[in-house]
């Protein structure tokens, strides 16, 4: 009993994101338990806020999360992946900077309602992921080939949105969704990630996409002989990491008010893609564990924060990184998975003999 | 020469083989049958290394030997050519029958072709080394597949079901080819459904149910009937005249055409038809291999695109774009490719059986876990679908089972017009036997069904009206006495 539940355990998906994580907390519990002291202050503006580690990684791991969520139903849909989200982002976060503050870069008070910025960058995010939607779909480019010409591109066109100058948004409330609300001390980006994790739970239990993106990604010609239409599938799986990707570009322009074309999301869509990975979902489409990728994002999250902490340079980071990505990315292949299932299979089987035997 | 002694492998709850036995001789065509599930791929599989086995012992030449690679079965002379063509499409003949040797032949191009042909030539096979393996027929691929086991001196050569995408001129061909190579003392191991051709070909079978041997027989000691028994585990009268026990439908509507189509016309190239079926009543499309059928049926479904012609349904005019029309008029299609068309591999029992009625109830209408289960549970039972449960992937289960499951998924969105394509290639005879009593109960309640087969005899115990087809037209149409063997071949032929 004991040994199916331990079998149980270890071949849900979740088991090896959940795993990394608890390494990662007991590393860091080792060698530093104040790593985990979280402690109330205030910040410059006088208002409380929670920091410490863990709030870090809960508050920077965000834009990740959110990402995770739209490229895990690409990957599954069109078995590729959309490199040009760190691009869309800039693109996207370049309109809101456009939409608040007008022609004039430095104004006294900005020019359109917040909301207003926020829902123009969704409709440009959503047609980003239109265009690629398109060529994967229509024109059955290959997914990294067809999102590379917005990745090439993304960071030029979001310059040229500005006129290549770097506006900023006067108005403070802007600053609330990248950092904390008065009054709240808890970072608003955690509200923002449960928000669109309550709004993706839904859609999977309300609708049929989670299914459809599933078998269009498993079998896309018997999926069409059941009626369902793979073209347009795969099309709205790139139309929503678009909107993951506006929210995403809301949350890093909010940060700092302004925007820096050649370094906003930089390198973000391979840790998306990464945090997809980490979370067990085959990168060539078909089944996926949403809450995989997202855990799988806050790991990757943590690892940064934990090098951070373990003062190592940045310029080194990302060295030190993929060693890491390369042991858990081994360890949540398929191939390993079914090597660790059997594994402890035999010792459930050994042991049954062993108790027949008495 | 090749002894298999007690064989034993389990599956996570599954004993596929239980002290199975098996022995074959130098220059023996030796038959394995079974139905699906019995373990004959199972026992293929370990004696090509790609199962490790968990009990028993291997004698090859009278040495033990131990295989744990399809690479150590492969040096000892044991090769496979399974039912789907393993080899690359996108590379030449002599490439694929000599790449992964090693020992530098495919380095040297001119030698390797020149070698290639002579090959070719002395087992008549009729491909150039050069061409590219994937202008060549399936027949003379699966050839190919042979020519490159047997030119790396194999000693037991395993065919996987070789027939099952083949005509009967290319399975002659294919016999041919076989006799040939027992006249050279290799031993064959032939896995099949087909009755018909174990006994043209074979000079033992080996039966094998449940896991377990039944036993090993001289083919002149085993009557087709006994055989099937055996395989069934049951004396049965297996292929009577099922058409006979079946009530059919007599409702008052039984003269209603359910379908009409008039000129229809798909991009598949086949020539326009016309065709029509009445509530309740089984008909067929027939001919050959490449004739057409499929392609009249999925002109019908929407599954090809359709560039001409008229569909009514009820006597109403619709237009017919795609699947999700023909499954909105009540149309189902059970598609001839299992594999590429019918199953969604890593999905579950529950999501495969559910999908079609799901995508018919619509985007934002999803069904409930409980329901999805309880839709699962009761085609499971209803079709005695063989699964260790509804969760299962449905790409673990063997064939007969898996097309259980796609008709389970056809059956669950209670079509009034069912198209059966081939629904019972490569599945073994028990099951064979339930799928055609089934379209006649369903008929007998007032379905109308299309059946597609290439087994002449399978149509004739099955169908009421049968539609010939040459060269991608309709030539013809039989019923009442016309339906006949003789009448069909010579329909079929042309000509009187």
Redesign the interface.
């Known amino acids: 009993m004991n040994r199916q539940l331990l079998k149980k355990i270890t071949g849900n998906q979740l088991f090896i994101p959940l795993l990394a994580l608890i390494l990662l907390a007991l590393i860091n519990l080792i060698a530093d338990p104040s790593f985990f002291k979280v402690t109330l202050g205030t910040n410059n503006a006088g208002n409380p806020v929670l920091s410490g580690s863990p709030i870090t990684i809960l508050d920077y791991g965000s834009e990740l999360a959110i990402l995770a969520i739209g490229m895990t139903l690409v990957t599954a849909a069109s078995g590729g992946q959309d490199i040009s989200v760190g691009a869309t982002i800039a693109i996207a976060g370049s309109v809101m900077l456009r939409v608040l503050c007008g022609t004039n870069t430095r104004p006294d008070t900005i020019q359109a309602p917040i909301i207003v910025a926020f829902l123009v960058a969704c409709l440009v995010g959503m047609l980003c992921g239109a265009f690629n939607g398109a060529l994967v779909s229509i024109f059955k480019i290959q997914p990294m080939i067809a999102t590379l010409i917005m990745f090439t591109a993304g960071r030029s066109i979001a310059a040229w949105i500005n006129n290549n100058e770097l506006p900023i948004v006067p108005d403070p409330k802007f600053q609330y969704f990248g950092g904390f609300i008065p009054g709240i001390p808890i970072p608003t980006t955690v509200f923002i990630v449960i928000l669109c994790v309550i709004v993706m739970s839904l859609v999977l239990?309300?609708?049929?996409?989670g299914?459809?993106t599933?078998?269009v990604g498993?079998?896309e010609?018997?999926?069409?002989?059941?009626?369902?239409?793979p073209t347009f599938i795969k099309f709205i799986t790139f139309v929503i990491l678009g909107l993951c990707v506006a929210v995403a570009a809301l949350i890093k322009v909010s940060r700092i008010a302004t925007i820096n074309y050649s370094v906003i999301a930089k390198d973000i869509e391979m840790d998306a893609i990464l945090a997809v990975a980490l979370g067990g979902n085959s990168l060539s489409g078909?089944?996926f564990n949403m809450w995989a990728s997202i855990l799988g994002a806050y790991v990757i999250q943590f690892l940064t924060t934990t090098l951070y902490k373990f003062n190592v340079q940045s310029d080194a980071l990302a060295a030190y990184k993929a060693v890491v990505v390369i042991i858990l990315v081994v360890f949540s292949a398929p191939k390993v998975r079914e090597y660790i299932g059997q594994f402890t299979?035999k010792l459930s089987s050994g042991k049954a003999v062993k108790g027949e035997a008495k | 020469m090749l002894e298999m002694r007690g064989i034993n492998k389990s599956f996570p709850g599954v004993r596929a083989l239980q002290n199975v036995d098996f022995s074959l001789n130098k220059g023996e065509i030796h038959a394995l049958m079974g139905e699906n599930g019995a373990g004959k791929s199972t026992l293929i599989k370990v004696l090509t290394g790609v199962y490790s086995k968990d009990g028993g012992t291997i004698n090859l030449d009278g040495k033990v030997v131990s295989i744990h690679s399809p690479q150590d079965a492969q040096n000892l002379g044991i090769s496979t050519v399974y039912q789907e063509i393993t080899l690359c499409p996108n590379l030449t003949v002599a490439e694929n029958m000599f790449i992964g040797r090693g020992k530098g032949q495919i380095t040297n191009w001119k030698k390797m072709n020149t070698d290639a042909d002579k090959i070719l030539q002395k087992l008549d096979i009729p491909a150039k080394a050069t061409q590219q393996l994937a202008s060549c027929s399936i027949a003379v691929q699966q050839m190919v597949a042979i020519a490159r086991a047997v030119d790396m001196n194999c000693k037991v050569l395993i065919l996987d079901e070789p027939t099952s995408s083949l005509d009967e001129l290319e399975v002659e061909k294919l016999f041919g080819l076989m006799r040939d190579l027992k006249a050279t003392g290799v031993g064959i191991i032939f896995v099949t459904h087909f009755l018909d051709q174990v006994y043209e070909v074979c000079d033992k079978i080996t039966v094998l149910r449940d896991g377990q041997l039944v036993g090993e027989y001289e083919i002149k000691d085993l009557p087709r009937v006994k055989l099937v028994a055996k395989m069934l585990g049951k004396e049965m009268d297996d292929l009577s005249d099922i058409k006979g026990e079946k009530g059919t439908y007599e409702g008052k509507d039984q003269d209603e055409k359910i379908f009409e189509a008039e000129g229809l016309q798909s991009n598949a190239g086949i020539k326009p038809f016309d065709f029509y079926i009445k509530k309740g009543e089984v008909n067929g499309f027939t001919g050959l291999l490449g004739s057409g059928r499929s392609e009249c049926v999925r002109a019908i479904f929407g599954a090809d695109r359709v560039i001409g012609g008229k569909v009514k349904v009820h006597g109403k005019e619709v237009k017919i774009n795609g699947p999700l029309d023909a499954m909105k008029n009540g149309i189902a299609y059970l598609p001839e490719d299992r594999k590429i068309d019918g199953i969604i591999g890593d999905l579950s029992v529950r999501d495969n059986i559910i999908l079609a009625l799901q995508v018919l109830k619509g985007f934002f209408k999803p069904f409930s876990k409980a329901q999805a289960y309880a839709f699962a549970d009761e085609y499971i039972k209803k079709l005695n679908i063989k699964t260790a449960s509804a969760d299962t992937p449905i790409k673990s289960l063997s064939g007969g089972n898996q097309q259980k499951v796609i008709l389970a998924r056809w059956l669950l969105m209670h079509p009034e017009y069912l198209i059966l394509d081939e629904p019972t290639r490569g599945i073994d005879v028990g099951t064979k036997v339930d799928i055609q009593k089934l379209v006649l109960d369903l008929a007998s309640e007032g379905m109308s069904v299309t059946f597609i087969s290439s087994e002449t005899d399978e149509m004739l115990r099955t169908c009421s009206r049968l539609v010939v087809m040459r060269d991608r037209k309709v030539v013809g149409e039989l019923s009442g006495e016309d339906l006949t063997q003789a009448k069909i071949m010579s329909t079929i032929a042309g000509g009187d």
């Open positions: 239990k309300f609708t049929n996409l299914l459809y599933q078998a498993i079998n010609k018997s999926s069409r002989l059941n009626g369902i239409n078909g089944k299979k």
